[in-house]
Nanobody, 120 residues
């Protein structure tokens, strides 16, 4: 079993920055890819971005491209989401997810989420 714990959420003014962290732990697990998702009030969950663990390749949703950056620390099994130029519409619960193998097809494990609130 793999546990994902997010941290770093909070309240920030529009235009500000936050950095979220997501640490993975457990016995004997591998990481193929880790992703970030968010769910705003009254909205469905949406994809934010992802990073492939081996080569660090990243992909982002158009809504955050150029403002958010995903990075990883392989030794710590931790993924980061640096969020700059935050907008009110970025307010959401942000969750990380882990896909252990490429053949899994989708993410196996999910974190509980951390609240990000952007005020105007």
């Amino acid at each position: 079993q793999v546990q994902l714990v997010e941290s770093g959420g909070g309240l920030v003014q529009a235009g500000g920055s936050l950095r979220l962290s997501c640490a993975a732990s457990g016995r004997r697990f591998s990481i193929y890819r880790m992703g970030w998702f968010r769910q705003g009030p009254g909205k469905e969950r949406e994809f934010v971005g992802a990073i492939w663990w081996t080569d660090g390749r990243t992909i982002y949703a158009d809504s955050v491209k150029g403002r958010f950056t995903i990075s990883r620390d392989n030794a710590k099994n931790t993924v980061y989401l640096q969020m700059n130029s935050l907008k009110v519409e970025d307010t959401a619960v942000y969750s990380c997810a882990l896909q252990s193998e490429a053949t899994a097809g989708w993410y196996d494990y999910w974190g509980q989420g951390t609240q990000v609130t952007v005020s105007s």
